[in-house]
């Protein structure tokens, strides 16, 4: 069954102090890997997308990567308007192309 | 680019009574529209898959019949919650991709229905 496992499930941090969210995914035939950005009352805002091993994207303080079985979101130097829900999801190369999504890290970055 | 629009951005209506959410996309054309719900801090639940000019395809457990989709442009896809009801208060988001098969959505800012 495909499966996406975001862990930790909140994760508080001082301003400055890098650390890394993690998505764990089963999927049969990755097609894509998404993480987006969610604030409180909002819809999520795309930030990246990864398609293999191996892969990198960068955007200001973060940085996904990817493996064959999880990807990383690493924060480095957070601010505290970095503070928001990470959403992962993953699309499966069968089964109508679904897009799952995890259930998210909710991130505080205190001052 | 890839910005995508809902209106309104909250609701309250009265037990009973229908209401219509409307998204678009505005910067591209969406061959696919989602729409989900979302409960106070869970992630997002799917309801139902548009593709433009042809019949959504709801999740099992959505009621067809009470969330209806119509996906009339590539950049218009309406959520139409009929006969509403205080359990269907919740926060509705859209999503559009532009490509029907792989690819990146775009979120809406989310509408948040409050039935009374």
């Known amino acids: 069954e495909d499966q996406v496992t975001q862990s930790p499930e909140a994760l508080r941090l001082q301003e400055g102090e890098s650390s890394s969210l993690n998505c764990s995914y089963t999927v049969s035939g990755l097609r894509g890997l998404f993480w987006y950005r969610q604030d409180p009352g909002k819809g999520p805002e795309f930030l990246f997308t990864?398609?293999?091993a191996g892969e990198e994207k960068e955007k200001e303080r973060l940085k996904a990567t990817l493996t064959k079985k999880e990807s990383f979101l690493h924060i480095t130097a957070p601010k505290p308007e970095d503070s928001a829900t990470y959403l992962c999801a993953v699309q499966a190369g069968t089964g109508g192309f679904k897009t799952i999504f995890g259930a998210g890290t909710r991130l505080f970055v205190k001052a | 680019g890839a910005v995508v629009s809902q209106h309104p951005s909250w609701v309250i209506c009265k037990s009973g009574t229908s209401v219509k959410i409307e998204c678009r996309s505005l910067?591209?054309?969406?061959?696919?529209m989602f729409w989900y719900r979302q409960f106070p801090k869970q992630s997002l639940m799917l309801m139902a898959t548009?593709?433009?000019?042809?019949?959504?395809?709801?999740e099992q457990g959505v009621e067809k019949d009470k969330f209806l989709i119509n996906h009339a442009s590539l950049t218009l896809s309406t959520l139409t919650v009929t006969s509403a009801h205080p359990e269907d208060s919740s926060f509705y988001i859209c999503?559009?991709?532009?490509?029907?098969?792989?690819?990146?959505?775009?979120f809406g800012p989310g509408t948040r229905l409050t039935v009374t």
């Open positions: 990864l398609y293999s």
């Open positions: 999503s559009a991709r532009v490509d029907r098969g792989h690819g990146e959505q775009y």
């Open positions: 548009s593709n433009e000019g042809s019949k959504a395809t709801y």
């Open positions: 910067d591209f054309q969406a061959t696919t």
